[in-house]
């Protein structure tokens, strides 16, 4: 799979969002977990600093977890624009500048018309092919300020795992969620179509390949889900 630009299918599952907001509030993606370390590790920022989030969704995650830090101003991009909806709620009252906007996640990062202190993609680049996804890193790692950071948290195949082998384990998993049969039955038809994650030992070696410094600070759900603090070595 190649994708240039937002695929309709993925906007359109996302559309609906009471199903992932199903996820998020049962907890099932350790969304509470993730985002403590998060906040940690955006704790450590002693100066202002500006925030990118690509696939923020409704900000559930990042909302709370930028409370009490240096956060400037944070930008959320999104192919689904309820979930923006629901994003401006999130952070009203919570970060004084925010500026959300509709678009797709590569041509964002491949734009060079600004610069981050923290680039963020949460559960997003699991839509992308391998390739674009090492696309994405190349871009992201040019987007960052000096003292940059990427911040990639994603599902992720184990060692060796084929993808089929990947969606029967993660199929069985969400049928182990607190949710009803049908959305559990809705989540795996998109994860099915829709999601091709990278082995989790490939994609650290892909991002040293790229210039940064790689920490894993979180792996979890069963073994599908990875975080890395990827901090961009300066030139
Ligand atoms: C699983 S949700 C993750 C939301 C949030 N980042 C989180 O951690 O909970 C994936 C989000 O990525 C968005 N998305 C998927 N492909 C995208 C693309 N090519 N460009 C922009 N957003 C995309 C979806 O609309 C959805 O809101």
Known sequence: MSQQSTDPDVASFFSAWEIYRAVIDSDAMEHQEVFAKVHRILEERTEPFTLLDLGCGDAAGIGPALVGTQIATYVG??????????AEATLSGTVAEFDLRLG??????????????????????????????KRFLTAARARLRPGGELILIDVVRQPGESRDEYLARYSSYVRSWPL????????????????YPADVSAEPQWAAERGFRVEEFYRGG???????RLTAIDN
């Open 180 to 195: 009803d049969t049908d959305t559990v039955e809705r989540i795996i038809a998109h994860v099915d179509g829709f999601d």
């Open 104 to 133: 797709d996640l590569m041509d964002t990062i491949e734009d060079p018309s600004e610069l981050f202190d923290v680039v963020l993609v949460s559960f997003a680049l699991h839509h992308f092919s391998d390739d674009d996804k």
């Open 77 to 86: 991009v999104d192919c689904a624009a309820p979930a923006l909806e629901f």
């Open 222 to 228: 069963n073994e599908t889900q990875c975080a890395w």
